[in-house]
């Protein structure tokens, strides 16, 4: 597992390195040494594996129980179908399923400690894609299984789905400027995502689909500006570079608040006591 994971770094840096020295978003952005870089190489070895391994083991009990009540009518309806065609209502049932998710992981304060670790990335690359916390990514892959396993679609069907938008999302983190034209609103870019990740007020909270940018048009959460790219990234408060301390850190108590100094008095100024009722 963890010499696939090695491997497919490998490949992937060979495709986009290129991509993003070429054609940067952000240009003089580094790539090795940049902060966090090797916090991220263990996210996408370690955390990679660590997610496929939840992932099989909490959906081999849903998956079989799930199918258990699968009318047999809509198994063999789906079944029945090329594999081309199913392959595409996979696409738009992770899809659908993916966006709500992704809404209630940045609306929902349980889900949100453990997504803000993804948003905590403050320079956007494609190795940025794998900054995840496994609990979050196990979270969201499981509710796309569910509704196709219940369906019938073969395992091969969600697996493909699964694998194609995964690496559609290395592509969208990437520091890669391209524009897709009159298509740029139909499926999603680098530009599209990145703005998911700016922490600019105005742009907060938008942009939840992961391949089709027109269901956040559809939902009301399209923010997608002509030719402007986000010009900063991350959380408000702050994230430690330390990879094991991430995954820890939506398991600890928020930092008490430094309390609040009271004014200097200038000498010879009469105060005022107050008393509460």
């Known amino acids: 597992m963890f010499v696939n994971a090695l491997i497919g770094l490998v490949i992937l840096g060979i495709v986009f390195f290129p991509l993003e020295r070429l054609w940067p978003a952000q240009r ?15 996210h996408f070895v370690v955390t990679g594996a660590l997610t496929t391994v939840g992932l099989v083991l909490a959906a081999i009990p849903f998956v079989v129980a799930i199918r258990a009540f699968t009318p047999a009518q809509i198994r063999d309806v789906v079944t029945a179908q090329p594999e081309v065609l199913q392959l595409v ?53 499981l509710l796309a299984v569910i509704p196709l396993a ?19 999302g290395i592509f969208q983190h990437a520091n890669f400027r391209v524009r897709l034209g009159p298509l740029r609103k139909v499926v999603s870019s680098p530009q599209f995502h990145h703005w998911h990740h700016t922490n600019d007020p105005h742009a907060r909270d938008r942009n939840f689909a992961g391949l089709f940018p027109w269901i956040d048009g559809l939902f009301g959460t399209l923010y997608l500006p002509d030719r402007e790219w986000p010009q900063t990234y991350g959380i408000d408060d702050a994230m430690p570079l330390n990879y094991l301390r991430q995954l820890a850190s939506p398991f600890r108590p928020p930092p008490a608040a430094s309390p609040t100094p009271e004014p200097a008095v200038p000498s010879g100024t009469c105060v005022e006591a107050s008393s509460t009722i």
Request: aromatic share 14%.
């Open 28 to 42: 003089g952005q580094r790539f090795f040494g940049r902060p966090g870089f090797v916090t991220d190489l263990i």
């Open 150 to 168: 219940y369906l019938g679609f073969s395992r091969e069907t969600f697996g493909g789905a699964i694998a194609f938008l995964t690496l559609h």
């Open 89 to 141: 209502e996979a696409l738009m049932i992770v899809e659908l399923v993916g966006y709500w998710s992704h809404r209630l992981m940045h609306s929902v304060p349980s889900l949100w400690k453990l997504h803000r670790v993804h948003h905590s990335s403050e320079r956007m690359d494609w190795l940025a894609a794998a900054h995840l916390h496994p609990f979050d990514a196990s979270f969201g892959r």
